[in-house]
C-alpha cells in the first residue's frame, strides 16, 4: 500500500517500467497465445479470401449480364446467380468475420484464465511486492489488447503480405527497371515507419501502466475508503487518479499519432513512388524500352498496392500494441506462484475448490505424540523455565479427541519451531533470530511480547506464506516444507488480527474456509461465537450482504465472523492473532471460554494481547526482538522473567518499546 502512495502524480505510474519484450520474444508469446486457434484463424482468413474473391467475380459478372442485354437474350438465369453470388459473399465473409471474431474472444478469455488461475496462487512476497488493482489491470485491460491483434492483424498481414507479393511479381513481369525504382522509393518510406514502430509499442506500454496505475489509486482509496474521508484526502487521491488518466490520454494520443503518421506514410510512398514511375517510366517509354500501355498497367498497379501495404502497416501497428499487452502479461506471469496441486488443471471454472475445502479434514498418517518430536534447541532463557503442561501431551498420543464442531474430529496438531531464522526479504533485517519452541497439542499456548517481537511472523511462518530462511518448523513430526501445501493449511484455522470479512453474505463468509458446512454445524458455532443475536437482527438473516470488507458490520462482529469460520473449518490448529480491541467485555469472556473449550481438542496458538487471555493459556512464550525468551505458565514468567512481569504488570497493552 505504502509504495503507491509513494508514486508520482506527474507521471501517473509510480513503478518503474519493465521493459518491452525483444521482437523474437514478443512473437513468440503472441503466437503462444494464438497457437489453440491456428486452424480457426487460418479458416477465417480462407473465407475472407473466398469472399473477396466472389466479389471481384461480380464485376464479371455484371460484365455478362450487360452482354447479354445487347445480344437480347434472357438474362434471368445471370440474375439468378448474381444475386447467389451477392449473398454467398456475404455470408461467407460475415461467417469468416464471425470466425475471427469469435477467436479473439477465445484468446482474450484463455489469457485471462491463465492469469487468473496464476493471480490467486501467487506467493505472499510477490504479491506484497506488487500492487493489486495493477495486476488486477492486467487481467482486465491488457488482455483486450490481445482481441485484435491475434486474429484479425494476423489475417491482415497474411492476406495483404499475399496480395502485395502477387502484384510485385506482376510489376517484375512489367517492367524489372520500373520495380526497382518502386522498390526503392518504398523502401526508404518503409524505413522511416520502421523507426516509427517501436514508439506505438512503448506509448501502449505507458498508457496501459497508466491504466494500470488508475486500479491501484482506486483499489487503495476503497480499501480505505473511511480513512480517506477521514483524513480529508478525496481531492488528493482524485488528483492522482486524474493524473494517471492524463497519462493514458497522452500516451493513447500518442499512439494515435505514430499509427496515423505510419498510415498516412504508405500514401506518400505510393504517390512518391507514382511520380518517380511516372518521370523514369516516361524516359523509357521515350526511349522505346516499354510501350505506353505497360507504363499505364504498372501504374494501375501501383495504386493497387495501396491497399495490401496499408493492411500490412496496420497489421505491423497492431502487433506493436500486442507487444505493449504481452509485455506486461508476461510480468505478471512470471511473479513466483505456490505450488499448484498436483493433479489439478490449470483452471477449471470459477467454482474449482482445493481438496482444503472439501470438508474432509486430513488426520496425519501419524501423529506424533510430543514426546517423539525432536527435542528443539532451547532458548537460553526457556531452558530456565519449566516447559508445562506435560500432561497434555499425552492427550496427543490417546487419540480420539472431538473436534469443535459436532462429531468425531481429528487429532490435534503439534508444533516445533526448531531455530528458526527468518527475514521477509533479502535486505531487509532478521526478524526471527533461531527461534525454538515446541507445542504438544491440545492446549493453548500464548505469545506475547512488545510490538514487533516476531509473533504474527510465527503465524505466517506456519501457514508457510513464507518460507523459513533457516532452520525448521515441524506440524506433527513433520518438517511443513514436506507437507503438501493443501493438506497443511487443510488442518489450520486462521483468525487473523484485522479479521476480514469479504464482500458478500455473512453465510458465504462464515463457510468460506469450510464450504460443505451443514446448516447444523452453522448454526452451532454462530451459537459458540456469539453470533446468533445479530443474525436474527439482520433483515435476511444469514443471507444479509456485509457489504465491501465487512463494512457493515462492527469490529467486534467482524471479529466473532473470523473466528467461526476458522471454527468452522474444524482446524487440528487454530491461530488466533488476537485484536487488540475490538470485543466488548461480555463478548470477549464468551469468547475466551469458546477458545479455552477448542483449546481442549485442538491446539490453539494466540499471539495474546490481553492478560485474561494469557491467564488462561497452558503455556506461555514470550518473545523478544525475533527471539524466544522465555516459555512458562503466567505465575512462573512472572516470577522469573522480567519482561513478561513489566508486560503483565501493563496489561499487555500499549506494549511498545
Ligand atoms: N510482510 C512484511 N514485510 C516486511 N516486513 C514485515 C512484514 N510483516 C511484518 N514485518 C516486520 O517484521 C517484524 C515483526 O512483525 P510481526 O508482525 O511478526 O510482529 P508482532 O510481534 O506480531 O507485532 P504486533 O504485536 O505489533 O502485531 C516487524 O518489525 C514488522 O515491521
Redesign the pocket.
Known amino acids: 500500500m505504502t509504495s503507491a502512495t509513494a508514486s508520482s502524480p506527474a507521471t501517473g505510474t509510480g513503478e518503474e517500467s519493465a521493459p518491452l519484450l525483444p521482437g523474437r520474444e514478443t512473437w513468440r508469446a503472441l503466437y503462444r497465445h494464438i497457437r489453440p486457434h491456428r486452424r480457426v484463424i487460418a479458416l477465417g482468413a480462407l473465407l475472407a479470401l473466398i469472399g473477396s474473391a466472389s466479389a471481384l467475380a461480380q464485376p464479371l459478372a455484371a460484365k455478362a449480364l450487360v452482354d447479354r442485354l445487347g445480344e437480347n437474350g434472357s438474362i434471368t438465369g445471370i440474375l439468378l446467380f448474381l444475386t447467389a453470388l451477392v449473398v454467398f459473399g456475404t455470408a461467407v465473409e460475415a461467417f469468416g468475420s464471425y470466425l475471427l471474431e469469435r477467436t479473439a474472444e477465445s484468446v482474450v478469455l484463455a489469457a485471462r484464465r491463465s492469469l487468473i488461475g496464476r493471480l490467486l496462487r501467487l506467493r505472499?512476497?510477490e504479491v506484497?511486492r506488487t500492487q493489486p488493482g495493477d495486476l488486477m489491470s492486467r487481467v482486465t485491460s491488457d488482455t483486450t489488447l490481445l482481441r485484435s491483434v491475434t486474429t484479425q492483424s494476423v489475417v491482415s498481414a497474411a492476406t495483404g503480405a499475399l496480395s502485395t507479393l502477387a502484384t510485385i511479381v506482376l510489376m517484375g513481369v512489367m517492367d524489372a527497371v520500373l520495380l526497382g525504382v518502386t522498390l526503392g522509393v518504398i523502401v526508404v518510406i518503409g524505413a522511416a515507419i520502421a523507426t516509427v514502430m517501436p514508439k506505438i509499442a512503448r506509448a501502449t506500454k505507458r498508457s496501459q501502466e497508466a491504466v494500470g496505475h488508475i486500479s491501484t489509486v482506486l483499489e487503495r482509496a476503497f480499501g480505505a475508503f473511511r480513512t480517506v474521508k477521514a483524513s480529508g484526502a478525496e481531492e488528493r487521491e482524485t488528483a492522482v487518479v486524474e493524473a494517471a488518466a492524463r497519462e493514458a490520454w497522452r500516451q493513447g494520443v500518442k499512439t494515435a499519432k505514430w499509427q496515423s503518421l505510419a498510415g498516412a506514410s504508405v500514401g506518400l510512398a505510393v504517390q512518391m513512388s507514382f511520380l518517380t514511375v511516372l518521370g523514369v517510366g516516361g524516359a523509357r517509354v521515350a526511349s522505346g524500352a516499354i510501350t505506353v500501355s505497360t507504363l499505364v498497367a504498372f501504374l494501375l498497379l501501383l495504386f493497387y498496392l495501396i491497399e495490401p501495404v496499408s493492411k500490412l502497416v496496420n497489421a505491423v501497428a497492431q502487433f506493436q500494441v500486442g507487444a505493449a499487452a504481452v509485455a506486461r502479461i508476461a510480468e505478471a506471469e512470471r511473479l513466483e506462484t505456490e505450488e499448484v496441486k498436483a493433479e489439478g488443471p490449470e483452471t477449471e471454472g470459477p467454482g474449482t475448490d482445493g481438496p482444503a475445502a472439501t470438508g474432509a479434514l486430513p488426520t496425519p498418517a501419524t501423529t506424533a505424540p510430543v514426546a517423539a518430536a525432536p527435542a528443539p534447541v532451547a532458548a537460553p532463557v526457556a531452558a530456565t523455565v519449566a516447559a508445562p503442561a506435560t500432561a497434555t501431551a499425552t492427550v496427543a498420543a490417546t487419540g480420539g479427541p472431538t473436534g469443535p464442531g459436532p462429531g468425531p474430529g481429528p487429532s490435534p496438531a503439534s508444533v516445533v519451531f526448531e531455530n528458526v531464522t527468518f527475514r521477509?526479504?533479502e535486505g531487509?533485517?532478521y526478524?526471527h533470530h533461531g527461534v525454538s519452541f515446541e507445542v504438544p497439542g491440545p492446549g493453548m499456548t500464548a505469545?506475547v511480547?512488545?510490538?514487533?517481537?516476531?509473533?504474527?511472523?510465527?503465524f505466517?511462518l506456519l501457514e508457510r506464506f513464507y518460507e523459513a530462511t533457516g532452520g525448521r518448523i515441524l506440524v506433527d513430526g513433520r518438517d511443513v516444507r514436506d507437507l503438501p501445501l493443501a493438506e497443511l493449511r487443510a488442518a489450520i484455522g486462521y483468525v487473523e488480527?484485522d479479521a476480514p470479512v469479504l464482500a458478500g453474505t455473512l453465510r458465504e463468509n462464515l463457510v468460506f474456509a469450510a464450504p460443505d458446512s451443514s446448516d447444523e454445524e452453522i448454526r452451532e458455532v454462530l451459537a459458540r461465537a456469539r453470533l446468533d443475536a445479530l443474525v436474527e437482527r439482520l433483515p435476511e438473516g444469514l443471507h444479509t450482504p456485509v457489504g465491501h470488507r465487512g463494512s457493515t458490520l462492527s469490529g467486534g462482529e467482524r471479529q466473532r465472523v473470523a473466528i467461526a469460520r476458522a471454527l468452522l473449518r474444524r482446524p487440528r490448529l487454530l491461530l488466533l492473532?488476537e485484536a487488540t480491541s475490538q470485543l466488548d467485555a461480555v463478548n470477549e469472556m464468551a469468547l475466551r471460554d469458546v477458545v479455552a473449550e477448542v483449546s481442549r481438542e485442538v491446539t490453539v496458538l494466540v499471539?495474546a494481547?490481553r492478560l485474561s487471555t494469557v491467564t488462561l493459556a497452558d503455556r506461555i512464550v514470550v518473545?523478544d526482538a525475533?527471539r524466544v525468551r522465555a516459555v512458562g505458565t503466567h505465575e512462573e514468567l512472572v516470577a522469573n522473567d522480567p519482561l513478561y512481569g513489566e508486560l503483565a504488570a501493563t496489561q499487555f497493552l500499549a506494549?511498545e518499546r
Do not use: I, N, W
Open positions: 505472499l512476497p506484497e521477509y526479504r531487509l533485517p526478524v505469545f511480547g512488545p510490538s514487533g517481537a516476531g509473533k504474527t511472523t510465527v505466517g488480527q492473532d499471539v494481547h518473545m525475533g506494549a
